[in-house]
């Protein structure tokens, strides 16, 4: 069977990957150039993919309008840390939303009712739409908004890491054979990781709970 | 108050357009190339928006992956005709969803609420993604998926021809003084309309049903 799977080039898209492969599902992997900072994380998408074996992958360039946010708008710098009380300056308008969308529309192109998406909504951001209240609100207006799902075969989408700590992904990715050297989590997307972003610490957060050593280098080890 | 309109180049969402206009909205448009065979639309949505003086337009040229439908893979042929019984081969997997999406993440990035869009579930082809269902739920995942509705501006999705018929629809649109002759709606995208597909007989209905007549050249008349 088919799942189409969205592959960011971060630890988690990887991981959830890995997750929808264990099952037995062919995977369809779709990756999204959306003009972001960190565009390094596409040769690592495309890196992860080839090392799951992928039966195919799309790229699909954005040309958005301007879209409010650190992580496209350089303008705009990315913050140190995170306060974990208000969403942050990196969050995306409506990203999963768009994502989602067009995961659907490539579904049923191909013939797949089956997403994955690696969104977590323990060691996170805040970006709400990462929650379980979004993707299961989100699939619902899937199931109602496309001809597959009235056909009888509702859309369902995947979140296998969305309650897990960082730390568990991890080990858990590891234990699917996983090589995290070829993704990258870092929103600066420089030469090396900084260090210092929110996704870089809670790599390093999920590394160390672990117990295994972050294949990546870092200008800043906090 | 700002408002996001999507804006195809037919005459449902002028129409949609027109009445955001006229409760003294200020409007933003949305444009989709998504390699639709009609994109002769693009230009008239480009008059439309010019003609009901909208504040800025966006055009954004999406570039899927490989979509089914005979809208944008010419090698399915357009019925002719609706039987009404199914879903037909122009429907567009997931496009509504994507369309919305897209507004919202350009709505939350102007800091807009109020969305337009010029669906209709009355004198329709049956697409899932333009009746009430599938709009409610969006709302509602819009709702729980992004900052601005977290933070207490929740989106409103605006559907006021929903439950029209396209005679409703149309002379709503000329009392507001909307010109149809800058709208286009045939599917086969030619010199003149083709009059036989589907979107031709509905359009055709319409201004039968209204008494008015319709501006437009139709190589067929049924």
């Given at each position: 069977m088919k799942a189409v799977i969205l592959l960011s080039g971060g630890l988690d898209s990887a991981t959830a990957a890995a997750v929808a492969r264990s099952r037995g599902l062919v995977l369809y992997a779709l990756t999204f150039d959306y003009n972001q900072r960190h565009k390094k994380e596409l040769?690592?998408?495309?890196?992860?993919?080839?090392?799951?074996?992928?039966?195919?992958?799309?790229?699909?360039?954005l040309h958005l309008p301007k879209l409010n946010s650190a992580l496209v708008d350089t303008s705009i710098p990315i913050p140190k840390g995170c306060s974990r009380q208000i969403i942050p300056e990196t969050y995306v308008p409506a990203r999963n939303v768009i994502f989602l969308s067009i995961a659907a529309a490539h579904a049923e192109s191909i013939g797949a009712i089956d997403i994955f998406v690696g969104v977590n909504a323990i060691d996170y951001s805040g970006y709400p739409d990462c929650r379980p209240e979004f993707i299961e609100a989100f699939q619902t207006a899937l199931n109602v908004g496309t001809k597959t799902a009235i056909m009888g075969k509702p859309f369902v989408i995947h979140t296998p890491l969305i309650k897990l700590t960082k730390?568990?992904?991890?080990?858990?990715?590891?234990?699917?054979?996983?090589?995290?050297?070829?993704?990258?989590?870092?929103?600066?997307?420089?030469?090396?990781?900084?260090?210092?972003?929110?996704?870089?610490?809670?790599?390093?957060k999920g590394f160390q709970e672990a117990g295994i050593n972050d294949p990546l280098e870092y200008c800043h080890l906090s």
């Amino acid at each position: 069977m088919k799942a189409v799977i969205l592959l960011s080039g971060g630890l988690d898209s990887a991981t959830a990957a890995a997750v929808a492969r264990s099952r037995g599902l062919v995977l369809y992997a779709l990756t999204f150039d959306y003009n972001q900072r960190h565009k390094k994380e596409l040769s690592c998408a495309q890196k992860v993919g080839h090392s799951l074996g992928v039966q195919d992958h799309q790229f699909v360039e954005l040309h958005l309008p301007k879209l409010n946010s650190a992580l496209v708008d350089t303008s705009i710098p990315i913050p140190k840390g995170c306060s974990r009380q208000i969403i942050p300056e990196t969050y995306v308008p409506a990203r999963n939303v768009i994502f989602l969308s067009i995961a659907a529309a490539h579904a049923e192109s191909i013939g797949a009712i089956d997403i994955f998406v690696g969104v977590n909504a323990i060691d996170y951001s805040g970006y709400p739409d990462c929650r379980p209240e979004f993707i299961e609100a989100f699939q619902t207006a899937l199931n109602v908004g496309t001809k597959t799902a009235i056909m009888g075969k509702p859309f369902v989408i995947h979140t296998p890491l969305i309650k897990l700590t960082k730390g568990e992904i991890i080990k858990w990715g590891i234990s699917l054979g996983i090589d995290y050297s070829l993704t990258w989590s870092c929103y600066q997307g420089g030469e090396k990781a900084c260090g210092e972003c929110d996704s870089c610490l809670l790599r390093q957060k999920g590394f160390q709970e672990a117990g295994i050593n972050d294949p990546l280098e870092y200008c800043h080890l906090s």
